[in-house]
């Protein structure tokens, strides 16, 4: 297996400078990641940084919270894509989640799937947050939303991936979906433990060191 290949090279912080994007998708770009994942206000330099390789442009909508207006996340979604995203990793409303809103949560997957046709897209559920039944709910609103992967957390919360969070995502949408483990995944043999637990691509800063 291209460990390479199963790594979003990432830099989400707040005070994050154009120079070290350019760094970053340089970096990818060297080792041969699968994309750098950046915020929005990135993507087109990061698209600029990487033309002429096969690395991907990976962005965050609704992030880290998740509780913008369906409408805003929907917007956002398009603008990324039109700037040249290749995949889109959403923040789910953990709080309509949690108050057994499934509907809303289901609707609002499904509107950001349509928008994205054939690009990826990624349904954060910041499992640190939720309880098992939670997680397994989720997993299942975003399969039947026709999302194409369940990602476990933003990394900007209460805590990041766990091996105990992975198994039961990758339990909860069989072989069909894909799983990512993002946040505290700093080591080569954390990214063996996600990848045994069941994860198909892995979120961290940490991707040269692992590498």
Same mark, same amino acid.
Request: aromatic residues 4%; contains cysteine; negative net charge.
């Given at each position: 297996?291209?460990?390479?290949?199963?790594?979003?090279?990432?830099?989400?912080?707040?005070?994050?400078?154009?120079?070290?994007?350019?760094?970053?998708?340089?970096?990818?770009?060297?080792?041969?990641?699968?994309?750098?994942?950046?915020?929005?206000?990135?993507?087109?330099?990061?698209?600029?940084?990487?033309?002429?390789?096969?690395?991907?442009?990976?962005?965050?909508?609704?992030?880290?919270?998740?509780?913008?207006?369906?409408?805003?996340?929907?917007?956002?979604?398009?603008?990324?894509?039109?700037?040249?995203?290749?995949?889109?990793?959403?923040?789910?409303?953990?709080?309509?989640?949690?108050?057994?809103?499934?509907?809303?949560?289901?609707?609002?997957?499904?509107?950001?799937? &349509?928008?994205?046709?054939?690009?990826?897209?990624? /349904?954060?559920?910041?499992?640190? @947050? =939720? !309880?098992?039944? *939670?997680?397994?709910?989720?997993?299942?609103?975003?399969?039947?939303?026709?999302?194409?992967?369940?990602?476990?957390?933003?990394?900007?919360?209460?805590?990041?991936?766990?091996?105990?969070?992975?198994?039961?995502?990758?339990?909860?949408?069989?072989? &069909?979906?894909?799983?990512?483990?993002?946040?505290? /995944?700093?080591?080569?043999?954390? @990214? =063996? !433990?996600?990848? *045994?637990?069941?994860?198909?691509?892995?979120?961290?800063?940490?991707?040269?060191?692992?590498?």
């Amino acid at each position: 297996m291209k460990y390479n290949k199963l790594i979003d090279h990432t830099l989400l912080k707040q005070d994050a400078t154009p120079e070290q994007i350019i760094q970053l998708c340089e970096e990818a770009k060297q080792f041969d990641f699968m994309s750098v994942c950046v915020n929005p206000a990135y993507v087109p330099l990061a698209k600029e940084s990487l033309e002429g390789s096969d690395v991907k442009v990976c962005t965050v909508v609704g992030f880290p919270l998740g509780m913008n207006l369906t409408r805003t996340k929907l917007e956002e979604t398009e603008l990324c894509l039109k700037l040249g995203a290749d995949e889109i990793d959403m923040v789910i409303n953990v709080g309509m989640l949690k108050a057994h809103h499934d509907d809303y949560v289901y609707n609002e997957i499904k509107m950001l799937k &349509e928008a994205c046709g054939n690009h990826i897209l990624k /349904v954060i559920l910041e499992t640190c @947050l =939720l !309880d098992d039944d *939670e997680i397994v709910r989720a997993c299942a609103l975003s399969k039947a939303a026709g999302a194409d992967f369940v990602k476990t957390s933003t990394g900007f919360a209460t805590g990041g991936a766990t091996i105990h969070a992975v198994k039961l995502m990758r339990e909860s949408v069989g072989q &069909e979906m894909g799983v990512k483990a993002s946040g505290g /995944v700093r080591t080569h043999q954390d @990214l =063996l !433990d996600m990848v *045994e637990a069941g994860a198909t691509r892995i979120g961290t800063s940490n991707g040269t060191k692992i590498i």
